[in-house]
């Protein structure tokens, strides 16, 4: 906005009466004066001022606007040169451009009241998007718009009448879910600047028509539970059948793990049979990735950075966090092979191949919060802090139930002897911490270990007649034995990981979203409902598995195999001597 402040001081009653002018005699009148420096056809020149006067004379870069040809917009549809309401002025035929704009104030006998002068823009010219992307993707439409114009206002989208979303940004997008057949749908953008010039962009899909789908992707990826990550786009589905055909027949993706094809057709299939076709190259994984090697397992929240070794077989990494609603997540994604500490309770590394298989979890890296305290008497009856069991004061009796409530940490060092009296259980809310060592730590008796929501990490540790049982978060046992009297039976345990161990009796898990095993040896394993489990360089002697459980098994010696309905086993360089492969299961064997 302009603003000009004209002083004229009135120096007699004579001036006043000769001019009649209404203004007191002694007093120092400012003329304020206020306009817009930029007005269009929908924006009118408003005038402000802190006087009174009767008429204006407006002239734009000398030609005058009779005030006689402006006309209120409230009386009348027609618009002329200028109108005039409550609201001012409407300037109409006029070109973009600045314009010098000459004011006269006016009293009721066309005396001058007072002059104002200043440059003003008129601008008809509605923004337009430099770029306009529109693509129907899965049934939703997705719209995307970039506007180079500085004096760009709003966007607003609107279907009918009915504004559905609107945008102060250069560069948005917006998504509106449609209904298949469901006929034409129209749509308009309207982009508005800072004077009210719109343009609208309007948009049709006729709902009716269905395309096939496109593979928009040259390479395939393919890991080694045979999912397929390429980038295929369908304008009602986003799921999709795909066949390969290699020159010797058509098969399902999941024979390429089978096979030493590079170069194929993939056929893909919408919901509707709409078929697409394309000549592809497939990166096939063919091997689980190790596990990293963590240099710090046990850290403080003021240890700076995390770190493991490096593999120059790998270039991702992953690292994932317990997550209440989801379970073990993956929180960060790493190229390089160490990561500032982020503070969480327990975190796990995992290598990732190009085609996105996830391997072996790392050993788990806790970060310790709180001081812990030396627990001297051989009995426990109560755990209501952080306690370490020093190996200085082994053995250590459990007579009775004992609880390690939620975010406290029970730490045993290794060495220690804790022994489990008549059916004793240890109910674990929080940590049970058995530390890695020289010497091997022993709990034994006749006894429980219940998860309830808690961890346990065991390391060289020799369980006798103990049975881990309930749900928790994780099991993570390493170098470790179970003898034929322990066991492990859970129900809804996110993680179990098993390294390094010896397992003499059964091991029952159902309802786990990772299950991983290495150089580990396994009287009996069952797997139900369990999302992915990992087998590598391990011996067992009898393996279930039933519904919508999926493995992979690699380097490993298997006396009696069972494979129930839905489930998916690849076996990678593994001997088994006794297979039996149920219904609507795939099983995949390399050599």
């Known amino acids: 906005m302009?603003?000009?402040?004209?002083?004229?001081?009135?120096?007699?009653?004579?001036?006043?009466?000769?001019?009649?002018?209404?203004?007191d005699v002694d007093s120092d009148v400012n003329f304020q004066i206020e306009i817009p420096s930029k007005i269009s056809p929908n924006i009118p020149l408003v005038i402000k001022t802190n006087f009174q006067y009767e008429n204006v004379e407006i002239m734009l870069d000398g030609d005058e606007i009779s005030p006689s040809s402006f006309m209120n917009v409230e009386e009348t549809e027609e618009q002329g040169e200028g109108a005039i309401n409550s609201n001012g002025i409407y300037l109409k035929n006029l070109h973009d451009g600045v314009y010098k704009i000459?004011?006269?104030?006016?009293?009721?006998k066309d005396r001058i009241i007072t002059e104002f002068a200043t440059n003003i823009t008129f601008d008809l010219t509605p923004p337009k998007p430099s770029y306009f992307h529109q693509e129907l993707s899965a049934g939703d439409l997705n719209l995307e718009y970039k506007v180079d114009e500085e004096d760009f206002s709003m966007v607003c989208l609107y279907y009918n009448d009915t504004k559905l979303a609107s945008s102060n940004s250069f560069q948005d997008s917006f998504s509106i879910k449609l209904e298949k057949?469901?006929?034409i749908k129209s749509y308009i953008l309207q982009f508005k600047d800072d004077v009210e010039n719109t343009y609208n962009h309007t948009i049709e899909i006729n709902t009716d028509v269905d395309k096939p789908p496109v593979i928009n992707?040259?390479?395939?990826?393919?890991?080694?539970?045979?999912?397929?990550?390429?980038?295929?786009?369908?304008?009602?589905?986003?799921?999709?059948?795909?066949?390969?055909?290699?020159g010797n027949g058509v098969k399902y993706p999941s024979d390429l793990l089978l096979s030493q094809t590079t170069d194929a057709t993939m056929i893909v299939f919408d919901s509707y049979k709409n078929k697409t076709e394309k000549f592809v190259t497939f990166n096939v994984d063919k091997q689980i990735p190790t596990s990293p090697e963590i240099t710090t397992r046990l850290i403080s929240e003021d240890l700076d950075y995390i770190s493991w070794r490096y593999d120059p077989n790998y270039r991702n990494y992953i690292i994932e966090?317990?997550?209440?609603?989801?379970?073990?997540k993956k929180v960060f994604e790493e190229k390089n092979t160490f990561l500032k500490n982020p503070n969480y309770d327990?975190?796990?590394?995992?290598?990732?191949?190009?085609?996105?298989?996830?391997?072996?979890?790392s050993d788990p890296i806790i970060t310790l919060s709180e001081a812990f305290v030396p627990y001297a008497s051989g009995t426990i009856s109560k755990i209501d802090k952080n306690l370490f069991l020093p190996q200085i004061n082994t053995p250590f009796v459990i007579s009775s139930d004992i609880l390690i409530p939620k975010e406290k940490t029970l730490l045993v060092e290794s060495g220690n002897e804790i022994r489990l009296y008549n059916g004793a259980a240890v109910l674990v809310e929080g940590v049970m911490f058995l530390m890695p060592g020289i010497d091997?730590?022993?709990?034994?008796?006749?006894?429980?270990?219940?998860?309830?929501?808690g961890t346990v990490i065991a390391y060289d540790t020799d369980f006798e007649n103990i049975k881990f049982t309930g749900k928790g978060k994780l099991i993570f046992i390493k170098n470790s034995t179970l003898d034929k009297y322990s066991s492990i039976d859970t129900k809804n345990t996110e993680r179990i990981c098993l390294y390094d161990s010896s397992l003499f009796n059964y091991v029952k898990?159902?309802?786990?979203?990772?299950?991983?095993?290495?150089?580990?040896?396994?009287?009996?394993?069952?797997?139900?409902?369990?999302?992915?489990?990992?087998?590598?360089?391990?011996?067992?002697?009898?393996?279930?598995?039933?519904?919508?459980s999926r493995t992979i098994m690699e380097t490993s010696t298997i006396k009696l195999m069972n494979i129930e309905t839905f489930s998916f086993i690849n076996i990678i360089d593994t001997k088994i001597e006794r297979p039996n492969i149920g219904e609507y299961s795939i099983f995949l064997q390399r050599e």
Not at 518 to 543: G, M, R
Request: glycine share 6%.
């Open 346 to 361: 327990i975190i796990f590394v995992r290598k990732v191949t190009k085609n996105g298989t996830y391997g072996l979890p």
């Open 181 to 183: 057949d469901s006929g």
């Open 217 to 246: 992707s040259d390479i395939v990826k393919v890991n080694l539970f045979s999912e397929i990550d390429t980038n295929i786009s369908d304008d009602w589905d986003d799921n999709f059948f795909v066949l390969i055909d290699d």
């Open 102 to 108: 000459n004011i006269r104030f006016l009293d009721r």
């Open 321 to 328: 966090r317990y997550d209440e609603i989801f379970g073990w």
């Open 2 to 23: 302009f603003k000009i402040v004209s002083k004229i001081v009135l120096f007699s009653t004579l001036i006043i009466l000769l001019f009649g002018c209404q203004y």
């Open 509 to 548: 898990i159902t309802n786990s979203s990772g299950v991983y095993i290495d150089n580990t040896y396994l009287k009996e394993i069952s797997l139900n409902n369990v999302a992915e489990s990992l087998f590598k360089n391990s011996t067992i002697d009898l393996f279930n598995s039933s519904i919508n």
């Open 440 to 453: 091997k730590t022993r709990i034994f008796g006749e006894g429980e270990i219940v998860l309830n929501g």
